[in-house]
């Protein structure tokens, strides 16, 4: 049931808040707030919002950057890291209008709620569900220097097997063999344990956790498919929990996608299917893995456009150090059943027709999900209105470990992009099928390739410890 500011102001008072957080999202897809004492909220904070500035949020806009957050009563939750009692909520960015405010077109939350309504407007779905899968590293030490005379990072985690030598005890994992292992091998259980509990206290329903690959920490957190604008909130939250929470027990967590050089990266491989009228639109028992042909041309539209979605479904120069074989990272553009060597897998274990879907297996978490959900439905349902056939277009089924192909037949694969200016590239030429609707605005799109050109050139300015290693002395 949609709550109200009434309802929001009655909770204020049955839980004795005190301070009411706004939480908004930037460009790069951080969050950013603001906080008012709890008794200042009313009906008209409900209506006329709270102003910012948008162009320190990193939004490139024609107006005037003075904006109003118009907060959504429906995601109140009590924060959990705050001492004093402290109502969040999350909303819209609107353009300050005369008589009426408008949603500003770049903001994440708008953008994804533009896809939607597409989606709906075509006949094709009601509904995209989807389920992300968060890959995160808990380590004991990070630090980085970045100086004209000093240039290097340090990490460290008690489990990893670079500690066999210095722990007391023997419980250290060997490189790689990290997934599911058991206690006493697995230090912090309770920690992942209470990351999940909160998250259920701020309604995102989770289907489990577990130890991932890599030695050095490495852990996933799995939640339940839910509808594509309420995950995008859910996916800020998680990784808000995430942190605050490793913090809290004397951790620090990162999901960047390749913290640990020669262990696993973290992904966040995206769990696909669309629902109309109830019905999956996904399931036929007579397609290949039991897809429809809607789900192969969504899966076609998502193969055609994958190299401009890398430019916002893995949108750091760091995404590409995981995009590289040998560590289960998808490489190839194609589909299979049961096979994380291609960049879409379709889960064999998925049997129920409510259930039947696929994955997409590149994005990462440094990508703004609001932004990478949207792109994604964008790019799928572009397939679906073209009838783009994976299959025909040789995409797949690739039902073999495409890492151990020989040479002369990895030759004949298209790859994903190895860099992130690559995807930019692609990304600028290759973008209508995103801007169709007015879903994304062309404005954020430009914005959004020079930001991220302007982080490719100060990296790439950067000298590289391992360049000493190479050049010094040559």
Known sequence: MAKTAKDIMNL?????????????????????????????????????????????????????SDMVFIPDPDTAVMDPFCEIPTLSMTGNAMIIGNPENRPLAQYPRNIVLAAEKYMRDSGIADTMLILPEFEFYLFDQVAWDVKPNSIGMTLDANQAYWNSDSDDMGCVVPKQKNYHIAKPFDPTYECRSEMCLLMADAGINIKYHHPEVGAAGQFEIEPQLSPMSEMADATMMIKYIIRNTALKHGKTATLMPKPVYGEAGNGMHVHILLMKDGQPVFSDDNGYSNLSETAHYFMGGLLKHIASLCAITNPSTNSFKRLVPGFEAPVTVGYATSNRSAVIRIPAYAKTPNLRRFEIRNPDATCNPYFCYAALLMAGIDGIKNKIDPHANGWGPYDVNLFNLPEEEKAKLKGLPTSLDAALDALEADHDYLTVGGVFPEELIKNFVKTKREECRQLAAIPHPAEFEKYYNM
């Open 12 to 64: 204020i008072k049955e839980k004795d808040i005190k301070m009411v957080d706004f939480k908004m999202v930037d460009i790069n897809g951080q969050y950013r707030h603001v906080t008012i004492p709890a008794k200042n909220f009313s009906e008209e904070t409900m209506k006329n919002g709270i102003g910012f500035d948008a162009s320190n949020y990193g939004y490139a806009v024609v107006e005037k």
